[in-house]
């Protein structure tokens, strides 16, 4: 008889379980999906010249977009040629009509490649984030696929992404979750039996 009541008891755990194993994974691929506006940087959304781009002539003023506002204190553009050598004449500025793009004057000096290094504070939050991006210079002009290559502190340099978050960490995280409800539902129903 008590073996009996035992069972029965053990029997509303499973369904308890195996929701709160979905539930478990749904708040980790919600907190996944919304990292990035939780601690968001400004970073590179897209510049003229674009990123990886090939233009007939260098410009004379590089501009970056962010997908934040950025403060004009610890903020920063420079452009290099090929040698290292700055050939941005002055210092970035912040756009005081949108604060989410950036500008710096260069002169250009025969270079094939210029490469543009950023590094912002979010007017936000105050995260800061690094990175940069080259554009090319050449007799035919090539749309670049404005990607920008980013990098945040102690993080490798990625493309960026709409989200922030690859699909399949979410679709990871969502399968582990649904693996650990189901396995908790198996072993108590074998601990019923």
């Not at 994974?25 to 590179?44: D, F, G, N, R």
């Not at 004379?60 to 950025?70: D, L, N």
């Not at 756009?95 to 500008?103: E, F, V």
């Not at 912002?120 to 670049?144: E, H, Q, R, Y």
């Amino acid at each position: 008889m008590k073996v009996r009541a035992l069972r029965s008891s053990h029997m509303p755990l499973v369904p308890v379980v195996l929701i709160a194993g979905l539930l478990c994974a749904a708040a980790i691929a919600s907190q996944l999906v919304q990292a990035p506006t939780a601690s968001a940087h400004a970073k590179y959304t897209s510049s003229t010249p674009a990123a990886n781009s090939t233009v007939t002539q260098a410009p004379s003023v590089v501009t970056v977009h962010f997908g934040e506002a950025v403060n004009p204190a610890g903020s920063g553009l420079t452009v290099y040629d090929t040698r290292g050598k700055v050939v941005s004449t002055s210092a970035g500025t912040v756009n005081t009509s949108d604060p989410k793009t950036m500008t710096v004057p260069m002169t250009g000096d025969d270079s094939e490649s210029y490469l543009v290094v950023w590094h912002t504070v979010s007017l936000d939050d105050g995260d800061p984030a690094v990175g940069a991006f080259i554009f090319n210079v050449g007799k035919t002009a090539k749309p670049g696929d404005s990607g920008g290559s980013t990098t945040s502190p102690g993080a490798a340099a990625t493309t960026n992404t709409a989200s922030g978050t690859p699909g399949w960490v979410v679709a990871l995280v969502g399968i582990a979750g649904l693996l650990i409800g189901g396995a908790g539902t198996l072993v108590l129903a074998g601990r019923r039996r």
